[in-house]
């Protein structure tokens, strides 16, 4: 079993987050830290929160696929300034991001 990763730099976490994104077939601008995901286009509820998790499904995917398992998201979905954005938040990540 390999050896859980304590700590994430920024840059991976973008990567890591893009090709989530792209998996999930996101197309919005992506939104990196302190709120990690896209804005969407979507204005049923019930869909964006099947959409965040989605996102954060594949995270754990990508990040295992890199090399970094046990990561962990919960999906959120946040409403900002006018814009819906679909993914997690960082702080509520399990392990800290440099």
């Keep these: 079993m390999a050896t859980r990763a304590k700590t994430i730099s920024a840059a991976t976490l973008a990567k890591l987050t893009q090709a989530a994104v792209r998996t999930v077939g996101g197309k919005g601008t ?21 959409i965040a998790k ?23 979905v946040i409403l900002k300034q006018g814009k819906i954005i679909a993914g997690y938040i960082e702080r509520e990540l399990n392990i800290i991001v440099r």
């Design 30 to 50: 992506i939104i990196k830290g302190p709120i990690w995901g896209f804005i969407l286009n979507e204005l049923n509820a019930a869909k964006q929160l099947e």
């Design 54 to 76: 989605s996102v954060t499904q594949e995270l754990t995917a990508e990040a295992k696929l890199a090399g970094i398992p046990g990561l962990k998201a919960q999906p959120s």
